[in-house]
Structures are given as structure tokens and as C-alpha cells.
């Protein structure tokens, strides 16, 4: 038997353990993906296993979203806790939140407001002795009714009889500026209205609606209002020449037992626009019985500018471009009551130019009111109010010029053209 030699041949170990050292050999493991994972907002350096430090989060990792992977855990885990249902976790800092939701606020503008105290009213002035003509006249406390309440017809009709005793033009644009003011601080809704019951209409001219009542029916709603016949009337009517002066003579004559509830600028439009839109059959005498309880509600001076408002002349010598002055002054010295006086007139000359030519262009006092109260002011009457369609303009009056000069100067060096001005009718298409 021959002897053989045994090799040992070395180990797949030993190549990977140095001199000295017995080889390791530990067993496979699997690497188990963890369930949980965290997603920080900004990185956080976690610290060795050896440290003893927390983790303090910064400003930047308050919130951190803990997330379950379902498909990683494992079915016994799932049995026995109950998170399986539970996709997201969301885990904040409840102080730093609420110190970043309190910086976040955009903080509020302050609009300006009007104070109560500069539309204090200290005294109402008696509908009786009610004048809008007097010196330093106060738009609050010269008024003869309250703020918020209706404009009484009473206070229309004083303003129309001191303008039909005046002559001066400047004189009249005044009194009635001061109505205005009135009206725009204590109510402004009624400006419109009282605005049409100074041009004696019910709706802009391109609506084509008028009141369209004859003076017989008028005489037979004066005669039985006031318990006279109509022969009476018509004599009176005879003389005067003026059926507001018959009306207020005979209403004056009548007693009544009861006095009549006081008539507001906001009823009598409304009713002198009813009777324009009644049609049809009976509709004469739906009229008569509307002129009727206007007439018996009537005190004093009510009378005369009612019959007058009825007939379409209210004879009282007021032009509408005047009216558009006084609109004008009105608004703008409520607007600007804090002006000097230098400051005021430019203002004013501003402001007059501003509605005249507005009115021109959108010849609709609902509209130019609105804008006036509504809307912004003056300042606003360029955008609102406006050339629009189906509202026919003014041809000869959209932009008035005094002269030749003037219109040179408007135009510059611009080319335009000129045509002769032919007597006739016109027509416009909208």
C-alpha cells in the first residue's frame, strides 16, 4: 500500500480574513424593507446608533407624513394591528402652525367710511317754513324731514315756488342746488325722481312716454276733489288762465275732516307714470280717479305744481341745462363739501362740463343719476355714461362749442371736415 499525501486546500473564507484571524462565516440574511417610511418636507440628518442626541426637528420639517406600504407588511402584522386601513398619517406641529397661518393673513385695507357725525341732524325744519333760498343753507339740518325718510311733496313744491319768484338765473340754480344737496344727503333714492319732477317728465324722450291728459278731465277731477262744478271751474279757469292757480283756489276753499296722509316726491311720480302707461278700455276714468286722490292729498302750494305737472307746463321758468347746473353743484359740493373756495370753483366748472356733456352722449337721467349716486360720482361719467347702443343721442348738442374758434382749438393741428346746416328733420339709427 503506498502511502498518499494529504492537501488541505483552503477555504473560500480564508481569502477574505487576514493573518491571525479565524475566519467568520455568518449565515444569509434577507434585507426586510421596513413598512414605514418617512417623507420629510426638508432632509433631516439622523444621527449614528451610538448617539444618545435627538431629533429636533427644524423650522423647515414640521410636518411629516408617515405612509403604510401594504404591500412590504407582512399578514401577520396586518391581523394584529389595525393600521391596515390607514394609508396617511399626517403628524404637525400644532404652535408653528398656527404662528405660519397667523403670518400668512393678508392684512385688510381700510376703506374710508362716513362717520355718523357728519351726517348728524341736530333740527328738521317745518314743511311749513321750508326754504332752500336762505343764506349759508345747511343740506342736513335746513331740510324738513329726517334722514332715510321719503322726500315730502311739500318740499318740492316750496323749492318750485321760490323759483318761479325769482328772475336771476345764478338765483335759481342755487335754490335748487340746495334742494339737491338735501335730497343726495338725506335721500338719495328720491333724487331721481325729484330730478324729473323738476323737468316735468316721467321717463327719458326716446321711451315716448307721456301723460297725455286733456284739460277736460283734469277741470271734472278738480271740480269733484274739491266739491265745485264744473261750470265754476271752467269760469275760473276763464279768468286765471292757469289751471294750477284754479286747483290750489279751490282746494284751499274746501274744509275736511281728516287730515290727508302727506304726499312724497317718490308716490306722485309713480303715479303720474302710472296714468301715462294706463290703456285701454276705462282707462279715462282709472286716470281721473289717480288725479283724484293726488288732488285731495294736496296741501297748500302741492296743488298748483301738481295741476301743472298734469297739463305738461309747469310754468316756473326753469330750463333743463339749468337743472343740469344745479345737479352738478349738488353733487359735487357733497362730494367735496371740504374745499376752499378756489378749489371748490374749479370743481364745479369741472363737474358742470362733466354732466352736461354726459347727458349729451346718454341723454337718460335714470342713468346719469345712478352714475351720479351709485357709481362713483362725476369722476365716472366718461366710462358709465356713455354713447350707447339703442339710446339715441343728441346730435346737435353731443359735443357744444360756443364758436368757430373754440372748435379750432379742439381739433389742433388735426384735418377735419365742415358741412352747411340744412333746416328739416333728422334722423338717427341705433
Known sequence: MSNTKKTS?????????????????????????????VKNEAPINSPSSDSEDKIIPTKRAQKRVLSFDESNSSTENAKESPVKAVKQIKITDTKTEVKEEVQTVVPKIEQPTTTNAALEQKSVADPQSYNPGKTNYD???????????????????????LIEETSARLEIIRILSNFFRSVRSLSANDLVYSVYLCVNKVAPEYDGIELGIG???????????????????????????????????????????????????????????????????????????????LLVSCQSHETRYLARSLIGKLRIGLAEQSMLVALAHACIRHDYSDLKETALKERLDAGTLAVKDAFCQCPSYDILVDVLVNKGGINYLRELCKATPGIPMKPMLAHPSKGIEEILKRCGQSEFACEYKYDGERAQVC
Not at 145 to 153: D, F, H
Not at 222 to 230: C, F, H, L, Q
Not at 266 to 279: F, G, N, R, W
Request: net charge positive; with cysteine; proline share 6%.
Open 215 to 293: 284739460e277736460t278731465i283734469i277741470i271734472k277731477a278738480i271740480a269733484d276733489s274739491t266739491g265745485r262744478t264744473m261750470d265754476q271751474v271752467k269760469a275760473d279757469y276763464k279768468s286765471k288762465g292757469d289751471l294750477g292757480l284754479v286747483a290750489e283756489t279751490s282746494r284751499s276753499t274746501q274744509r275736511t275732516m281728516f287730515k290727508p296722509k302727506p304726499l312724497t316726491v317718490s308716490h306722485v311720480y309713480k303715479k303720474l307714470k302710472e296714468i301715462a302707461q294706463l290703456t285701454g278700455n276705462k282707462s279715462q276714468q282709472r286716470k281721473s280717479d289717480i288725479i283724484k286722490s
Open 139 to 161: 343740506p342736513v339740518n335746513d331740510a324738513c324731514w329726517k334722514i332715510g325718510e321719503n322726500v315730502p311733496y311739500s318740499a318740492l313744491s316750496a323749492t318750485l315756488l
Open 9 to 37: 486546500q483552503p477555504s473560500i473564507a480564508s481569502f477574505f480574513t487576514k493573518k491571525g484571524q479565524a475566519p467568520v462565516i455568518s449565515p444569509k440574511k434577507e434585507a426586510i424593507k421596513s413598512p414605514i417610511t
